[in-house]
């Protein structure tokens, strides 16, 4: 017998339930990180609204980048050894280079590659440095005619501030006595010889500025005559003939004297390279008039008085006796010669050139001539004591006076 059986049901299994604590760690997990993400974002906002309020000072900002200048800078001015420069080299009469040996002046030194720029000093053409500097030497070779040195402060000893070089700069000529470096040679016929009046005595030098100075002094010590001439020097270094032509304008105390040939340091203004001759001087007296102008001038400017002085003997006696003239003291008063008178030709005038001839004297003065102040009167004096002066000799019977550069009629101008 068959017996119907129930139909088997559906049965569902529920699923286990271990997997529930993975999903509770997930929303916990994002739960952390919003809760984070939102610190974050407050402390953003709270450190940005602190930052705002700070002061500027405080605030720590990159500096920006240098701007590059486009432009040349102007270049500074050269500087040689302990700080002298091109300008107060030149200024103080040094010549300026730009390259020079370190050790030149610097004696022991261990000398470099490297050049300096130099103020150089001494030589030949007499260079000098400026004020708290020293012309310091190198050893010259021998021979040599350029003993240069270099201008460095003054803290060099006494050996190293000579610049002369060692030996004579060339041979002595021919005929001349020289000084002990052949700088100054004179021709060696004046020695002991009776000087003529005027007296011509002639030379070669090497000096600065081709200029040669001298002086007569009689037996005594006396200064009798001085003044300067020029050498005729082709070049710088390089030996220039020279012609020394003057009066002996008074009478000298003493048969014998002196001649002194040198040139002038560019250094301290000392005598230098002297050549001393022996000489013979006239002793015979001739007597020549001056016209001199009063002191204190009434309504006529041109009232002269005559006064008699000597000279030595010559036999040019007009231009003799006009630069006897021009050798007094302006506006003096010569109390041997005539009191209350003297001349009111300026100091330092010069007579260039006299010329007689045909009763006229042509005489060119140098420029000082019109150094008188301006006025009439000055000039009508000046004139008159110049002209009567000359007009004295026979063969003088106008006088046309003149300014070196300038006509007649343009000169000594009131």
């Not at 500027?56 to 102007?74: C, L």
């Not at 009689?218 to 020097?233: H, P, Q, W």
């Not at 003057?246 to 105390?253: G, Q, R």
């Amino acid at each position: 017998m068959e017996v119907d059986m129930p139909p088997k049901r559906k049965t569902t299994t529920k699923k286990s339930s271990k997997n529930a604590p993975k999903v509770a760690q997930a929303q916990d997990l994002t739960i952390r990180l919003v809760l984070f993400s939102s610190i974050i974002f407050m402390l953003t906002i709270a450190l940005v609204f602190v930052w705002s309020q700070l002061p500027q000072a405080t605030k720590v900002t990159p500096e920006p980048a240098p701007i590059v200048q486009t432009s040349q800078p102007q270049a500074p001015e050269l500087k040689g050894d302990n700080g002298i420069t091109k300008g107060a080299c030149e200024t103080g009469g040094g010549h300026w280079i730009d390259c020079g040996n370190p050790c030149h002046g610097n004696p022991g030194e261990v000398c470099t590659q490297t050049c300096e720029p130099q103020c150089e000093c001494g030589g030949i053409a007499g260079w000098s440095c400026p004020k708290d500097f020293t012309c310091t030497n190198y050893e010259p070779a021998a021979g040599t005619p350029d003993a240069l040195g270099v201008c460095r402060q003054q803290t060099a000893t006494p050996e190293e501030v000579v610049v002369e070089p060692s030996a004579p700069i060339r041979e002595q000529p021919a005929g001349m006595v020289c000084d002990d470096l052949n700088f100054i040679c004179v021709d060696d016929a004046v020695r002991n010889s009776l000087l003529a009046n005027p007296f011509t005595v002639t030379g070669s030098g090497i000096v600065f500025e081709n200029t040669i100075n001298w002086r007569l002094l009689d037996g005594n010590g006396k200064l009798l005559e001085e003044g300067n001439t020029n050498a005729a020097a082709p070049d710088i270094g390089q030996a220039g003939d020279f012609e020394i032509r003057n009066f002996i304008l008074s009478v000298p105390e003493t048969a014998t004297g002196t001649l002194e040939v040198f040139e002038y340091s560019a250094k301290d203004g000392t005598p230098t390279h002297v050549v001393s001759t022996p000489v013979r001087l006239p002793q015979r007296a001739m007597n020549v008039r001056l016209y001199l102008s009063p002191l204190e001038m009434g309504t006529n400017c041109s009232e002269v008085t005559q006064t008699t002085e000597t000279i030595a003997p010559t036999n040019l006696p007009v231009e003799a006796t006009l630069r006897k003239l021009l050798a007094k003291d302006p506006a003096v008063i010569d109390q041997q010669a005539q009191p209350g008178y003297g001349t009111y030709i300026p100091k330092g005038t010069r007579l260039i050139s006299l010329k007689v001839s045909g009763g006229t004297a042509t005489a060119v003065f140098s420029s000082e001539l019109e150094n008188y102040g301006g006025g009439s009167c000055n000039v009508e004096a000046i004139r008159a004591e110049i002209e009567q002066t000359l007009k004295q000799f026979s063969s003088v019977h106008q006088v046309v006076i003149s300014v070196e550069g300038k006509t007649p009629e343009e000169s000594l101008q009131p």
